[in-house]
């Protein structure tokens, strides 16, 4: 038996595919908002930018490029074979974009009193990758 194999009989875990150069280039200091108009499927560059956006007191703008984040990545999630539900391991750093998206949605719902959102996308994060969850709370 594999280590990795699941026993529990649900959905295996995604692997979104590598896409190193904004990870590089925002690890250089590049500007998120360069790095969004130069690949604008990456949810990385858009959960920097609501991060950015947050932590200075922007947090309608936060909201707005978490949700573009979210949906970049779950079109990726899709495209991998996602069919909805399903872990998506933090473990897997091409993964980490969309999770990061996804709680930067959360966090920015919850800001402005869109407390349904706040709790589904609370929920997703934690059913997808308890790791996340913890690790980005």
């Known amino acids: 038996m594999s280590i990795h194999e699941n026993l529990l009989g649900g ?3 995604t692997h979104l595919p590598d896409d190193p150069e904004p990870r ?3 690890a250089a200091g590049t500007d998120p908002a360069e790095v969004a108009a130069r690949y604008p499927a990456s949810s990385l560059a858009w959960a920097q930018l609501a991060d950015d956006a947050f932590q200075a007191g922007r947090t309608v703008e936060s909201y707005a490029y978490a949700r573009t984040g979210y949906h970049r990545g779950l079109d990726a999630l899709r495209r991998s074979g996602w069919k909805g539900h399903g872990p ?3 473990e897997h750093e091409p993964n980490r974009g969309f999770l990061r998206a996804l709680h930067a949605l959360a966090r920015a719902a919850g800001e402005i009193g869109e407390d349904e ?3 589904r996308c609370t ?4 059913d997808s990758s308890p790791t996340a969850a913890a690790t980005l709370s």
């Open 117 to 119: 959102e706040h709790e």
């Open 123 to 126: 929920q997703f994060l934690k």
């Open 88 to 90: 998506v391991p933090f």
């Open 24 to 26: 590089e280039l925002l």
């Open 11 to 13: 959905p295996p875990p």
